[in-house]
């Protein structure tokens, strides 16, 4: 088991960057498949990206391929999203999660969530 805890969240302007990140404790972070997903008010949850458990693969979602980039730092068991370009429509509750499956849709643990509001 291992438990996941998402930061970085904030305000931004349309155009403008942050980077979240997700602070991984318990099992070994490298045995995980990990994910970003995000849920918009009155949404589903949505896929974002996926990076394998060493980072040689990564995955994402089109509406976010070019401008956010998923990376992972084993020692320092810790998943990031940087997102760069960001857009009015990108604003949502920011969720990392683990898996054993290299997939866009079945994971096992979950974070809490970190709130990205871009205004325009």
């Known amino acids: 088991q291992v438990q996941l805890v998402e930061s970085g969240g904030g305000l931004v302007q349309a155009g403008g960057s942050l980077r979240l990140s997700c602070a991984a404790s318990?099992?070994?972070?490298?045995?995980?498949?990990m994910a970003w997903f995000r849920q918009a008010p009155g949404t589903e949850r949505d896929f974002v990206a996926a990076?394998?458990?060493?980072?040689?693969?990564?995955y994402y979602a089109d509406s976010v391929k070019g401008r956010f980039t998923i990376s992972r730092d084993n020692a320092k068991n810790t998943l990031y999203l940087q997102m760069n370009t960001l857009k009015p429509d990108d604003t949502a509750v920011y969720y990392c999660?683990?898996?054993?499956?290299?997939?866009?849709?079945?994971?096992?643990?979950w974070g809490q969530g970190t709130q990205v509001t871009v205004s325009s």
């Open positions: 318990g099992r070994t972070f490298s045995a995980y498949v």
């Open positions: 999660a683990a898996g054993n499956r290299w997939t866009t849709n079945d994971y096992d643990y």
């Open positions: 990076i394998s458990w060493r980072g040689s693969s990564t």
